[in-house]
C-alpha cells in the first residue's frame, strides 16, 4: 500500500510537469536499482515531459524512468545498473540485427543531453495480446536459435559467474555441499550454442507500427548460450504470472513435476545463468532470494538420486 501512495504522489509531481533532485530521492528509497538524483537529471526528465508532450509517466522495473509520447518512448537511466543495461541493449540492438531481422524492425537511438547526460529514444511499440504472443513464440526461438557451437554445460560467461556467487553466498554447509557434487557432476557435459534473448518474456515481446512483432530489452542478447533458456525463461514467465508466484518458486515446482534427466542439465544449467545475469551489475539482492535458489539446489539434487 506504501509503494502505491509513493507512485501516486510521483505520477501527481511528474503531472505537473515538476521533478526536483529530491523527487528523485524519493525514487531512491523505493526502487534498489535507482542512484542517480541530481538536479541535471531532474532537469532533462522535466524538459523531455513538456518537449514531448509525455501521455504516460512511469518506472521501469528495473528503475529505468520511461516517458511516453504518441509516437516515441524516452528512456531515462537512473542508476548505474540500468544504465550498462541500456548501453547493452543499444548496442545489441545494432548488433544482432541481421540476425534478428524483422525481430529488430524498430528505432533506437542513444541521445545525449546538452549538460552529456545519455539517455535513449525508441519508437512507440505496442503490447501484443496473449493469444497473439503464444502463435508467434515459436517463430521467435526459431529465429534466435541459430547454431553458433559448443560449450560445458556449465562453461559459459554467465553460468561460471552464477557458480561463482552462490559458491560465496551459499553460507549453509549442506545447500553448499549439494551445489558443488551438481558441479561436478554437470561439468562435463557439451550441449550445442545459439543465439538467445535471454529474457524472453511475453512483456519482451512487442509489436511495432507495422503490426509485425519484435523483440524488445536486448541487454542480455548473445550468440553463445544454450536453446533451453529461452524457453524456459519463457515458460517461467508466463507460469509466474498466472500462478502470482516467485519465478524460483515456480522453478522448484517445475523441478519436482519434470524429473527427467535431460531437465536436470537443463534447469541446473538456467538456474545459474539466471544467478549469473542478475549478480552482472553488483545489485545487493535479499536474504530470501538465496533462500529460494537453496530450495531448487535441495530439489535439483533429489531428482538427481
Known sequence: MLRKIVFYCLYQIFSIKILSAAGLKVLIKINVYCEFSDEKLANLINKLIKDEKAQRIFLSGTGILMILSRERVFMVPTGSHNAASLARSYKNHKEFGAVLGELSDYQFIREISNT?????????????????????????????????????????????????????????????????????????????????????????????????????????????????????????????????????????????????????????????????????????LPTEYYNRIERIIHTLSEMDK
Open 116 to 284: 552529456g547526460l545519455i539517455y535513449y529514444r525508441q519508437e512507440r511499440l505496442y503490447p501484443l495480446n496473449n493469444g497473439d504472443i503464444k502463435k508467434i513464440i515459436d517463430q521467435c526461438l526459431k529465429k534466435l536459435q541459430v547454431l553458433t557451437g559448443e560449450c560445458s554445460m556449465l562453461g559459459l560467461e554467465e553460468q561460471k559467474k552464477g557458480i561463482e556467487v552462490l559458491t560465496e553466498r551459499l553460507t549453509n554447509p549442506r545447500p553448499r555441499d549439494l551445489l558443488r557434487k551438481l558441479i561436478e557432476r554437470y561439468r562435463i557435459i557439451h550441449h550445442e550454442t545459439v543465439y538467445s534473448h535471454g529474457d524472453l518474456t511475453p512483456s519482451n515481446i512487442m509489436k511495432n507500427s507495422k503490426g509485425k512483432p519484435v523483440l524488445i530489452d536486448l541487454d542480455r542478447m548473445t550468440m553463445y548460450n544454450f536453446s533451453f533458456i529461452d524457453k524456459i525463461h519463457f515458460d517461467l514467465a508466463v507460469k509466474s504470472e498466472e500462478s502470482k508466484l516467485s519465478p524460483y518458486t515456480v522453478l522448484n515446482e517445475l523441478a519436482k513435476n519434470q524429473p527427467s534427466q535431460v531437465r536436470i542439465d537443463s534447469f541446473f544449467s538456467y538456474l545459474l545463468f539466471r544467478v549469473g545475469v542478475e549478480h552482472r551489475e553488483g545489485v545487493c
